[in-house]
């Protein structure tokens, strides 16, 4: 079974411009969730999708949004990027909720704010 | 402030010493799962533990759950320099819908 993949892997953005990351789950997985990681803040649980709707959400910004498709692919964007969003995103997927099942994660995109 | 909080934040022994990482959390749980993150790559899944089980196993790890004190320990036995990584627990929080929430993590260093 192949594995979450993310894509870019690396992205390197301005500030003030609005950016796009893509992740494709593991096939069968209906959950999928995001992460930033930073050295400072560690990993912060951005949102959850499951079945096209979004069940949770973290402590972030409106600047941040994501969808889900009908193949459960999720894309994240951020918009009016600033120097704090330099970090590493994660995706994971999972059977159902996040929450109690093992999550599988994908490589992350490495995201760069100058 | 994080849910679960992992002691110590570094750790640095031999090879074929164990390991033992410990996480404290806050609020009642239905599990907790303890994740591996090598440098700057995405985590993998080690163990999930339900709030009904003492302790579980997996190889050469054994993690054990008590909820009275809200805590939770991971041992690596016979560690080997692929072991050095990042250390996480993760547990639920329900604000709303369940999401899980990550520690900061234990930074362990295998020295050969």
């Known amino acids: 079974k192949a594995g979450v993949t993310q894509t870019p892997r690396y992205l390197i953005k301005t500030r003030g411009q609005q950016v796009t990351l893509s992740c494709s789950p593991i096939?069968?997985?209906?959950?999928v969730s995001w992460y930033q990681q930073t050295p400072g803040q560690g990993l912060q649980f951005l949102f959850e999708?499951?079945?096209?709707?979004?069940?949770n959400k973290g402590n972030f910004p409106g600047r941040f949004s994501g969808r889900q498709f009908s193949n459960s692919r999720s894309e994240m964007n951020v918009s009016t990027l600033e120097l704090g969003d330099s970090a590493l995103y994660l995706c994971?997927?999972?059977?159902?909720?996040?929450?109690?099942?093992?999550?599988?994660f994908g490589p992350g995109t490495r995201l760069t704010v100058t | 402030s994080q849910q679960g909080e992992e002691d110590p934040q570094a750790l640095s022994i031999q090879e074929g010493e164990n390991a033992t990482m410990n996480c404290s959390y806050k609020?009642?749980?239905?599990?907790l799962q303890w994740y591996r993150q090598n440098s700057g790559r995405g985590l993998v899944h080690l163990i999930l533990?339900?709030?009904?089980?003492r302790e579980k196993h997996s190889g050469r790890l054994r993690v054990t759950l008590d909820t009275s004190k809200k805590s939770s320990s991971l041992l690596i036995t016979a560690s080997r320099a692929a072991d050095t990584a990042s250390y996480f627990c993760?547990?639920?929080?329900?604000?709303?819908?369940?999401?899980?929430?990550f520690g900061q993590g234990t930074r362990l260093t295998i020295n050969p």
């Open positions: 533990i339900r709030s009904n089980e």
């Open positions: 999708y499951f079945s096209e709707t979004q069940r």
């Open positions: 994971a997927s999972s059977l159902a909720s996040a929450a109690f099942y093992e999550q599988y």
């Open positions: 993760a547990t639920e929080v329900v604000q709303g819908a369940q999401k899980l929430v």
């Open positions: 096939s069968g997985h209906r959950s």
């Open positions: 609020t009642s749980i239905n599990n």
